[in-house]
Nanobody, 126 residues
Framework: QVQLVESGGGLVQAGGSLRLSCAAS????????MGWFRQAPGKEREFVAA????????YYADSVKGRFTISRDNAKNTVYLQMNSLKPEDTAVYYC???????????????????WGQGTQVTVSS
C-alpha cells in the first residue's frame, strides 16, 4: 500500500509559478513510475507529466511542455512538479499517482496508475 500526499497548490496570477510536491509512504517509491494528472471543473481528468522510476525519462502533455518540469528525489520519497508561466487554463485539482513497481510504458493512461493522492487545488487568475 502506498499513500500519496500532495502539497504546494494555491492561488497565483497568470505568468507566475508554483511547485507541487507529492510525498509517498513506504519503501518502494524508488521502483515506481510517478505521474501528475489534473482535473478542471466540468472536465475529465487528464495526464500532465510522468517520470520513470529511475528518473531518467520524463513525459509531458503537449499543453504543459516547456512550462512544467517533473522531478523526483528518491531519498525523500518525493516527486515534484515545477510549474512556470502558468495560465488560467492550468486551473485544476492536481493529483499525484503511482504505478506498480518497475512498471513501464503507456505513461499517459490513468488506468495504469494504482495509487492516487487526494489532490491539491491550483488556481491561476488572469
Amino acid at each position: 500500500q502506498v499513500q500519496l500526499v500532495e502539497s504546494g497548490g494555491g492561488l497565483v496570477q497568470a505568468g507566475g509559478s508554483l511547485r507541487l510536491s507529492c510525498a509517498a509512504s513506504g519503501r518502494t517509491f524508488s521502483s515506481r513510475t510517478m505521474g501528475w494528472f489534473r482535473q478542471a471543473p466540468g472536465k475529465e481528468r487528464e495526464f500532465v507529466a510522468a517520470i520513470s522510476w529511475r528518473g531518467g525519462s520524463t513525459y509531458y502533455a503537449d499543453s504543459v511542455k516547456g512550462r512544467f518540469t517533473i522531478s523526483r528525489d528518491n531519498a525523500k520519497n518525493t516527486v515534484y512538479l515545477q510549474m512556470n508561466s502558468l495560465k488560467p487554463e492550468d486551473t485544476a485539482v492536481y493529483y499525484c499517482a503511482a504505478r506498480a513497481p518497475y512498471s513501464t510504458g503507456n505513461y499517459y493512461s490513468e488506468e495504469k496508475y494504482d495509487y492516487w493522492g487526494q489532490g491539491t487545488q491550483v488556481t491561476v487568475s488572469s
